[in-house]
């Protein structure tokens, strides 16, 4: 850990950006690309549990990714889906139960039920972590890489997350919050500028987008998240020239990931840290 973000977006604020060479710069930049591990280093464990977490510390993820969810009784967890049926025993609305009720759920045995190759004893039962605990394990220079699920399904969540990264005073220069929900950033913006927000974005097929959509999301994030299936080179370059960061979701393969960073991006979302790591290391 722990590369900063700050030399590119540096270059990028004084016109220096470190991209604007094309794709041969672009493969020198190979050891400054960010490694989120994308639920923790979830290829490998259940997704969202501190041992993920864990995994994806040692397997060279600069970021630790987390999805929030909110409980009943208003504690933020982490959890990808609005509902306890995939991830854990449980069915159900999460908002539906309080803490304590999901603290009793196995969040580790489906993991072991769906991918018998990878799946180990230790798992089993493990438990679904409170953003609380993952601030107490990892720290508050840790990188975290946080975003608001279903912010429309939880007023509040985002007030609530900043309360949490003041009580455990975690270090806003390591600390990302992303979001499909330009609403949900919005807020975020309002209540802290200081933190630095990431724009989700899904497409359904060739991506694109115009100099007024750059120039919005630049008004309140430092950077785009788009799903990496349907980029193309025009548009990594049109983003990263732009002066935001750039980071594709979910990216498996590691000829995929060579691409992407031939083509400029600035880091990426992954299942497999271990794989993106020997990329940056040129294996
Ligand atoms: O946050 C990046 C990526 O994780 C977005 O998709 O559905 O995996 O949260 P999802
Ligand atoms: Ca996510």
Do not use: C
């Amino acid at each position: 850990m722990k590369r900063k973000m700050i030399s590119v977006i540096g270059a990028a604020v004084i016109g220096l950006n470190a991209f604007g060479g094309g794709a041969a710069l672009a493969k020198d930049m190979h050891k400054e690309i960010e490694n989120v591990s994308h639920r923790g280093a979830s290829a490998y464990a259940p997704e969202h549990t501190i041992v993920s977490y864990d995994m994806g510390e040692k397997m060279h993820g600069d970021f630790i990714e987390v999805d929030l969810q909110m409980t009943k009784d208003g504690h933020l967890i982490a959890m990808h889906d609005v509902t306890l049926d995939r991830t854990t025993n449980g069915s159900g609305s999460v908002k539906d139960y309080t803490l304590e009720e999901i603290k009793q759920l196995d969040a580790g045995s489906w993991f072991n039920e769906k991918y018998p190759y990878a799946a180990k004893a230790e798992y089993e039962g493990l438990k679904v972590p409170t953003l609380e605990e993952v601030f107490r394990k990892f720290g508050k220079n840790n990188n975290y890489y946080i975003e608001t699920k279903s912010p429309d399904v939880y007023p509040g969540m985002e007030k609530e997350l900043l309360r949490l990264v003041e009580k455990y005073n975690i270090n806003k220069d390591r600390l990302l919050v992303q979001s499909f929900s330009s609403q949900s950033l919005q807020v975020m913006n309002e209540l802290d500028p200081s933190i630095k927000l990431v724009q989700l974005i899904s497409y359904k097929s060739n991506a694109e987008i115009t100099d007024a959509e750059i120039q919005k999301i630049k008004e309140y994030a430092m950077g785009i998240g788009p799903n990496h299936t349907y980029l193309n080179e025009g548009y990594v370059q049109k983003v990263v020239n732009s002066g935001l960061e750039l980071h594709p979701y979910t990216v498996n393969d590691k000829e995929r990931m060579k691409l992407l960073i031939d083509w400029g991006v600035t880091g990426m979302f992954t299942n497999h840290p271990d794989l993106l790591h020997e990329v940056k290391k040129g294996r």
